[in-house]
C-alpha cells in the first residue's frame, strides 16, 4: 500500500527517510545486536543516542549555554502544572494569555498554584484571532509570562512577542517548535510535546534557562520537579527511549537538510499555496484572521457542514487523511508540519480546486 498525506494534527507525519531508518536499525541498532527498544537507557551506546539528540537540537534551534535541554514525559500536558509548580513561588503571580483550549488547561492549572492573570483572551471570537496586549496591565512582579505561540486546535500564531520588561516568557510551542527560527534566550522557558513537529509521542522536549530551576517549594513532587532532571540528565528515571532515539533522527534529518532556516522557508511556501487559494476561492473560507495565521496548522470551512463532511470523505479516497477539523471548531484542517512535503500540500490543492468547481 502506497503512504498516504497525513494531514493530522499530532501524532503526525514524520520524515519517510526517518521512518526508513529507523526500520532499518529495528533489530540491530549501531551493531549492538538489539533494538533501541530493548536497551538499558544506563548503557554507553543509549547514552550516545540522548546525547547526540540533545546536541543536534542545540545545534539546530542555537541553544545558549545558559539554557538546559530536558528530555520528560507526561506530555506538555503535565508541563501546564510543571511550570506554576517550579516557577510560581517568587511573588506567586502569573500573567496568561487566553488564546484556545491548550492555554485554558494551562490556566487551570496555574490557578492551583498562584495568583494568575488572565490579559486577554480571544474567545469571544472562538480563538480565531491573536489578541491585543496592553502593557499597562502586565504584572510588574509576575514570576513568569506564559503564552501558547501556536494553536494547534484554531490556526493562530504570535508573529511578535509581546515585551515583558525581564519578566521571563515561558512558551508552550508543541505545535511551531522548529518551524521557523526564533531566539531561544528572548524565553525563559520553551516546552513541547514532540508528537506534533518533533517525532512520536512520549517525550516532551523542555528548555529551561539555568537561573529558573531550582526554584520549586519543597512539597512538589520529585518527579514533578525540573531540578530533579536537570541534576539526572534527564535520567532521574527511565526515559522515553525510543521516543528520544527517533526525536534525535528528526534533528539530524533537519540539520542535513538545511536546518530551521530551510524548514522556515519551505513551511512558508506550503502555507502560502494553501492561503493563496482559500483567500481567492468563494467556496472555501480560512476561519483566522489574516495576520495571525499560523504555517503549521490550516482551518478553513466550505459554504456548510455536509459539504465539508463530503469534502472530507472525498479527500480520503484520494489518500489526504486526518483533514477534519477539531470537534470544537469543525470543518477542516490542514496541519502542514515540517515533514509535510510541498508535493502533500499541492495535491490537496488541486482537490480542493476540483471539488469547488463540482459544487459550487
Ligand atoms: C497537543 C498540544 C498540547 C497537549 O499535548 P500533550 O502532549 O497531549 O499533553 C498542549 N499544547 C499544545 C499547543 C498542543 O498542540
Not at 514525559?73 to 487566553?98: E, H, I, R
Not at 529551561?208 to 531540578?227: C, F
Not at 472525498?314 to 486526518?322: E, F, H
Request: aromatic letters at 10%; charged letters at 20%; proline letters at 4%.
Amino acid at each position: 500500500m502506497e503512504r498516504v498525506y497525513n494531514f493530522s494534527a499530532g501524532p503526525s507525519v514524520l520524515p519517510e527517510a526517518v521512518l526508513k531508518q529507523a526500520s532499518e536499525e529495528m533489530l540491530n541498532y549501531g551493531g549492538s545486536g538489539m533494538s533501541v527498544m530493548e536497551m538499558s537507557h544506563r548503557s554507553p551506546v543509549y547514552q550516545g543516542i540522548v546525547d547526540a539528540a540533545e546536541d543536534t537540537l542545540r545545534q539546530l534551534m542555537n541553544i545558549p549555554d545558559t539554557y538546559k535541554v530536558l528530555f520528560l514525559q507526561g506530555g506538555a500536558s503535565t508541563q501546564f502544572a510543571m511550570v506554576p509548580l517550579n516557577l510560581m513561588t517568587g511573588s506567586g503571580k502569573a500573567d496568561y494569555v487566553s488564546t484556545g483550549a491548550w492555554s485554558k488547561k494551562a490556566i487551570a492549572e496555574a490557578k492551583k498554584s498562584g495568583e494568575v492573570k488572565v490579559l486577554a483572551s480571544s474567545e469571544d471570537a472562538m480563538f480565531n484571532y491573536i489578541p491585543k496586549l496592553d502593557p499597562a496591565k502586565f504584572t510588574a512582579d509576575a514570576d513568569y509570562f506564559f503564552i501558547t505561540t501556536n494553536n494547534t486546535i484554531y490556526g493562530t500564531t504570535y508573529k511578535t512577542l509581546p515585551e515583558t520588561n525581564g519578566v521571563p516568557i515561558v512558551a508552550d510551542m508543541s505545535s511551531n517548535i522548529l518551524s521557523e527560527e526564533i531566539n531561544v534566550a528572548d524565553y525563559g522557558l520553551i516546552f513541547a510535546g514532540a508528537q506534533k513537529n518533533m517525532g512520536p509521542a512520549g517525550v516532551t522536549v523542555v528548555i529551561i534557562r539555568e537561573d529558573l530551576v531550582g526554584k520549586a517549594g519543597a512539597n512538589v513532587p520529585t518527579m514533578l520537579n525540573y531540578a530533579t532532571h536537570v541534576n539526572a540528565g534527564s535520567m532521574f528515571n527511565t526515559p522515553p527511549t525510543y521516543s528520544i532515539y527517533v526525536a534525535g533522527l528528526v534533528f539530524k534529518w533537519l540539520l542535513d537538510n538545511g536546518g530551521i532556516k530551510a524548514m522556515e522557508a519551505q513551511n512558508k511556501i506550503k502555507a502560502a499555496i494553501l492561503y493563496d487559494f482559500l483567500d481567492g476561492s468563494d467556496f472555501f473560507k480560512g476561519t483566522v484572521v489574516k495576520e495571525d495565521r499560523s504555517i503549521m496548522n490550516v482551518p478553513f470551512v466550505s459554504p456548510n457542514a455536509k459539504l465539508d463532511a463530503a469534502f472530507i470523505k472525498g479527500a480520503g479516497a484520494k489518500g489526504l487523511v486526518n483533514l477534519k477539523g477539531h470537534r470544537s471548531v469543525g470543518g477542516m484542517r490542514a496541519s502542514i508540519y515540517n515533514a509535510m512535503p510541498v508535493e502533500g500540500v499541492q495535491i490537496l490543492v488541486d482537490y480542493m480546486k476540483t471539488f469547488e468547481a463540482a459544487n459550487i
